[in-house]
């Protein structure tokens, strides 16, 4: 595959893949995607294991909020790490961390012992590796491809991310219905060793650390003023910051709309989240085949409010067909905005402060989530999903609609074209 991806005669196919050129990275491909197959076949399990038990949305807000929070205040320690310490062998300790985990759930699980708490608990040490995994493997992939390929690995990266979420919660479906949430958690265990051997048999050069002294947390703040410094930079990350608090929780919704709304069980649910990862999948490869990065802030303005007025659709949908098309849009519109956001950070961030701004990255983007995944429980839970999902698309589409009058045309207006393409460069 690879090698037809480097000589074939379609310019389009081969300026989609130019990043698998590089050995290291057709390695981190292929171990990052079976990874993830299996990690996306958990959280789908998880997940209907938890409604499955307790029918309360409040607590799958509790587990979306315990999974996720440690990012919010560990992603500085991990951008400090990224840093300061080999970057290869960082994302070599965090997946095994997860694959721990995952055979401690699977034990618990196919033994007929799981609770509540214990779900949410491991949820919660995944969330802890997740937090120095994150902005140590974003801060890799720069000594995979090199800056020139830097962009078109993002885009990839997300391909590999939205790929396994098309496969993982579909696979999840149906194991869930023959065998039981148990081997779904065990399964996942395996993956983890295709990018620990992926990892592994890397060539990467040395590279010196160039992280700055201090403490973690005052690195953390060297890598905020930065991204607060950098107009591009900041704007985007803000409007990130709202779709991800608000915008993205239509996960934490999906086991009640496929049981309750739409009427059907687990293999609906997988349907539903695979519909979502056809539509990033297709988002992700669409901005791959980029090679001309101007006008990212304006692409992120059109993508955001796509993305919201897909979510307030999907939110008053009861036609299955209907539901899966906008959460395909929803997909596409959301991985494409992020793939932008994280190409213009990483353009624009100079290499000793790379670990340490995708930690702010991470915190803004990954770090709310928690906040508003337990604000979606507890509203969902007065109102009805429909009614609080409905509401978050509404706010994430008033804030779209500032982004383009107040940020997304000023920058427009004052950032010419090689002011833009230098810090790309940068």
Known sequence: MFA????????????????????NFQLFFAGQLTSLIGTWMQSTAQLWLIYRLTNSPALLGVFGFASQIPILFLASLGGYVGDRYNRQRGVIWTQTAALVLSFVLAALTLLGVIRVWEI????????????????????????????????????????????????????????????????????????????????????????????????????????FHFVMSDA???????????????????TVFLPIFARDILHGGPGRLGMLMSFAGVGAVIGALHFAARTDYKGLVEWIAATALTCSLGLILFSQSHVFWLSAAMLLIVGFSATSQLAA????????????????????????????????????????????????????GSVCLLASVFFVFRIAMRLGQTETPAEHQAGLER
Not at 7 to 18: D, E, K, L, P
Not at 121 to 131: D, E, R, T
Not at 240 to 249: E, I, T, W
């Open 232 to 250: 591009p930079i900041r704007s985007s990350l803000l409007l990130v910051s709202v779709m991800s608090m608000f915008g993205l929780q239509y």
């Open 341 to 392: 956001t994280n190409t213009i950070i990483q353009g624009r961030v100079p290499d000793h402060l790379r670990s340490r701004v995708m930690a702010v990255y991470a915190s803004m983007f990954m770090g709310v989530q928690p906040i508003g995944a337990l604000i979606a429980g507890v509203v969902a839970k007065r109102i009805g999903a429909p009614y609080a999902l409905s509401g978050f």
């Open 120 to 223: 949410i608990l491991i949820g919660f040490l995944a969330g802890i590796v997740n937090a120095f995994d994150v902005p140590i493997r974003q801060s890799f992939l720069v000594h995979m491809v090199g800056k020139e390929h830097l962009p078109n690995a993002i885009a990839l990266n997300a391909s590999i991310f939205n790929g396994a979420r098309v496969v993982g919660p579909a696979l999840a479906g149906f194991a869930i219905l023959w065998f039981g949430e148990g081997w779904c958690f065990f399964l996942n265990g395996i993956s983890f060793l295709a990018v620990i051997i992926a990892l592994l048999m890397m060539r990467i050069e040395k590279i010196e650390s160039s992280a700055g002294k201090g403490s973690p947390w005052q690195n953390f703040v060297q890598g």
């Open 4 to 23: 037809f991806l480097k000589c074939g005669n379609i310019n389009t196919v081969s300026t989609r893949f130019r990043a698998l050129e590089h050995r």
